[in-house]
């Protein structure tokens, strides 16, 4: 162990419970290696907090020392901002702090959501290999929650991202009972019923359709127009004031002002495997979107099994439409 002088040991900040260890000494190393052996007997895998704070040396070893154990022993790196060196031959799962991010400025309106395709491309960029597994989050327990902060539209929409996107998606205590408060004790009985149940079934589709687990991502061109309603459908013609907007091109001349409404708040994206080709789109705003694609879908929401067809929509003859009716995410099987 480190000292700052005699019997007192170092921190990192202001971590006075967390005394620095000395890495560089062959005992501290080995009974740290213990600790995980000990532990190893009787876990899947171990979450590291502040990873970059022990040295890759330690992580090395101590990887090795695992996967001789169990080729699937789990490693998952708490380092933020995210750090592809820890992928080396040290963790096989990483938070990732780029799509974290990008979905709050998505949510509080300081990004359009299409911002989520620039989000997925920064991992390569940052030199991630393909073998790396991104974690999917919205919430952590060092942040305020993203239902306060962004809201509930918001917050269905950014779940919805994390389970429709590659990588492995993480629900923080509480997200899927749409808690507020911050730490706060977990809402068993008075939470959010309906919020639990989108939750559940974000998690059934990704287990049925292997698309949205392994599949490839692809930008589609979309057309937002207005806001989507059964009864009176805003067609985006003039004089209509609806909101328009195309995918990679929206820009401050487009949708909303400020905030995730309209053309701003609304995404789309393909999830294909080869076998299957599911086309998603999420709707950060309050109103529910209509929502042109560029492929014709299944009006089927694989999410809700609703009949997702815009009334503003054309509808072919083999059953397919070319818009979608979207509240705050659906998932529909492109023909």
């Keep these: 162990m480190d000292w700052a002088g005699e019997g007192t040991p170092e921190f990192r900040f202001n971590w006075?419970?967390?005394?620095?260890?000395?890495?560089?000494?062959?005992?501290?190393?080995a009974w740290m290696l213990s600790v995980i052996d000990e532990w190893a007997a009787v876990v899947d895998g171990f979450r590291c907090d502040v990873a970059w704070g022990v040295p890759h040396g330690f992580w090395k070893e101590a990887a090795e020392r695992l996967r001789r154990r169990d080729p699937e022993f789990l490693l998952l790196d708490e380092t933020i901002p995210r750090d592809p060196f820890m992928h080396e031959a040290e963790f096989d799962m990483h938070y990732d702090t780029t799509l974290y991010e990008t979905l709050?400025?998505?949510?509080?309106?300081?990004?359009?959501?299409?911002?989520?395709?620039?989000?997925l491309d920064a991992t390569a960029v940052q030199g991630f290999p393909r073998s790396a597994v991104q974690m999917r989050y919205v919430e952590n327990h060092d942040e305020e929650r993203y239902r306060t902060e962004c809201g509930l539209d918001a917050l269905r929409a950014a779940a919805a991202?994390?389970?429709t996107l590659p990588g492995a998606p993480m629900v923080y205590y509480g997200q899927e009972r749409g808690m507020t408060e911050y730490r706060g004790e977990m809402a068993w009985y008075d939470g959010d019923a309906d919020l639990t149940d989108f939750h559940r079934r974000l998690a059934a589709a990704r287990d049925?359709?292997?698309?949205?687990?392994?599949?490839?991502?692809?930008?589609?061109?979309?057309?937002?127009?207005?806001a989507a309603d059964e009864a009176n459908v805003d067609d985006?013609?003039?004089?209509?004031?609806?909101?328009?907007?195309?995918?990679?091109?929206?820009?401050?001349a487009v949708g909303d002002d400020a905030g995730?409404?309209?053309?701003?708040?609304?995404?789309?994206?393909?999830?294909?495997?080869?076998?299957?080709r599911l086309a998603v789109v999420l709707n950060f705003g309050d109103d529910p979107q209509s929502v042109t694609l560029a492929e014709s879908?299944?009006?089927?929401?694989?999410?809700?099994?609703?009949d997702v067809a815009a009334a503003d929509g054309v509808r072919a003859d083999g059953g397919t439409?070319?818009?979608?009716?979207?509240?705050?995410?659906?998932?529909?099987?492109?023909e």
Excluded: K, M, W
């Excluded at 006075?16 to 190393?29: A, C, G, K, Q």
């Excluded at 879908?297 to 609703?306: I, K, M, W, Y």
């Design 297 to 306: 879908v299944l009006p089927t929401d694989l999410l809700s099994g609703a």
């Design 104 to 119: 709050r400025r998505i949510g509080t309106g300081a990004a359009d959501a299409d911002s989520i395709h620039d989000a």
């Design 16 to 29: 006075e419970r967390i005394p620095d260890l000395n890495y560089d000494s062959p005992t501290v190393r």
């Design 208 to 226: 049925e359709h292997d698309a949205l687990r392994d599949g490839t991502v692809e930008q589609i061109e979309y057309t937002v127009v207005g």
């Design 161 to 163: 991202a994390t389970f």
């Design 321 to 334: 439409v070319d818009a979608v009716r979207v509240a705050d995410a659906v998932v529909c099987r492109i």
């Design 260 to 276: 995730t409404s309209g053309a701003r708040g609304v995404t789309a994206y393909v999830r294909d495997d080869g076998e299957d």
């Design 236 to 252: 985006g013609g003039p004089g209509s004031g609806g909101d328009i907007g195309i995918v990679g091109g929206t820009d401050d």
